[in-house]
């Protein structure tokens, strides 16, 4: 794996560490730089996101460290995943079409990953934030063994925060508004980390319908009625009540990857979710990890009183062999 900006090649280990969960020996350290999740649909303007949010913090003389994720999109980062897995070659080899070369990519990068914690760690001082573009299909990532590997091992190592973008243009159909709510709702839920969604593309169609949408049901049904559904519109109508409580504690931000709008407040959402993975996901964290040591410990003291027992059968058994010795004699 290259580190792009550096001079220097580092060959990276082929071990990962034991757990998601031991992404760090010392646990999460809060005071770290954040790395930012950009996650969206295809289309929605993810690497564009990125680019230009890489451009406002060089603009602001406090450049960015970039991680790219995505194996068939090439562009000027730090750390990509292209230097180590050749997407095109992953096809070739195992016969794949593009979903699961970039699928396998994602698989065979994250053999490694603990490197890229370790360089990021190490950048942590210098820089205000990671940004970590993720593959165009969501699915790929989101809903992967790689993805969560990933996600999880960022996490219980230091501050980590979950973007989603939406494109507004498409947005303004109920139907797929609802569709990104549901997938944000999902990712909030599945990886449980501070978490907000921007509206991009508002120089094409300015997103406050969807803010609105959310925070009056009435709109939203308006909005139905218009788009003439049918079923579509019931199935969206009730997801819209049940998405309330979703709705209540989520953040937005409007901005524009194209000129720039909204990245100042971008940046604020973020330094707010990182205060939020002090408060709430440290406290999380150490609950799953006590957690899981008590299970390994209780698994530990079942294997032992299974090779106590194993040990009594034997015993029992080499007496049961010698009396039937004595009794032949």
Wanted: net charge negative.
């Amino acid at each position: 794996m290259a580190e792009s900006t550096a001079s220097s090649s580092k060959q990276v280990p082929s071990e990962m560490p034991s757990s998601p969960l031991a992404g760090s020996s010392d646990g999460p350290n809060p005071d770290l730089a954040p790395s930012v999740i950009v996650l969206g649909m295809a289309g929605s303007g993810k690497t564009s996101f990125v680019q230009r949010l890489t451009a406002h913090l060089h603009a602001k003389k406090t450049p960015p460290y970039v991680v790219n994720l995505d194996p068939a999109v090439p562009y000027p980062v730090n750390i990509d995943i292209r230097d180590t897995v050749k997407y095109k070659q992953v096809m070739t080899e195992y016969g794949l079409g593009p979903n699961g070369a970039i699928l396998t990519s994602l698989n065979l990068f994250c053999t490694r990953f603990d490197k890229v914690i370790e360089l990021v760690r190490a950048r942590s001082s210098t820089v205000p934030l990671t940004i970590i573009d993720t593959p165009g299909q969501i699915e790929a990532f989101t809903w992967s063994a790689s993805g969560t590997i990933i996600t999880e091992a960022l996490a219980s190592s230091h501050p980590t925060v979950v973007i989603y973008v939406c494109d507004s243009a498409r947005a303004t159909s109920p139907a797929t508004f609802m569709s990104n709510m549901l997938y944000a709702c999902s990712i909030l839920y599945r990886t449980k980390l501070p978490f907000f969604v921007v509206f991009n593309k508002a120089d094409i169609v300015r997103p406050t319908f969807a803010q609105r949408w959310m925070t009056d049901f009435e709109r939203f049904d308006e909005a139905l009625e218009d788009s003439r559904g049918g079923y579509s519109n019931d199935l969206a109508r009730s997801l819209s009540l049940v998405l309330d409580e979703f709705y209540c504690g989520l953040k937005t931000v409007i901005c524009s990857a194209l000129t720039g709008e909204g990245m100042d407040e971008v940046l604020t959402a973020i330094d707010e979710c990182k205060q939020q993975y002090r408060d709430q996901y440290i406290p999380l964290y150490a609950e799953m990890r006590a957690k899981k040591v008590e299970e390994t410990a209780k698994r530990l003291r079942e294997d032992a009183k299974m090779g106590d027992l194993t040990s009594e059968v034997k015993a029992l058994d080499v007496g049961r062999v010698r009396d039937s010795d004595d009794e032949n004699e």
